[in-house]
């Protein structure tokens, strides 16, 4: 019975001291075949890849698409998207 609650208790310390490894995030997930990290600016949550090599119109970043469409996100923050007057670039 002593060594069921010794090894018991061997379970339970090793089990805290490998939880932070089990439920903690991966630092770079993969999205659309692009590795990165989700971050929330205010409200939105953006994609952003740790490679940022594709470019467009001389801009390095990436195409992303969402339930909105599709969306050109520069590595300098500028966006690439179709609003109501067509294609533009946002800040």
């Not at 990290?37 to 992303?64: A, I, L, P, V």
């Not at 969402?66 to 969306?71: I, L």
Request: proline share 1%.
């Amino acid at each position: 019975m002593k060594l069921g609650t010794l090894a018991a208790a061997a379970l339970l310390i090793c089990s805290f001291a490998l939880a932070p490894n089990i439920v903690r995030a991966d630092e770079n997930d993969w999205y659309q075949g692009q590795q990165g990290q989700w971050e929330k600016h205010g409200s939105k949550w953006r994609w952003k890849s740790t490679h940022g090599d594709q470019w467009f119109q001389g801009k390095q970043g990436h195409w992303y698409q969402d339930k909105k469409g599709w969306h050109w996100y520069g590595n300098d923050g500028r966006e690439y998207t179709e609003g109501s007057h067509g294609w533009a670039w946002h800040r």
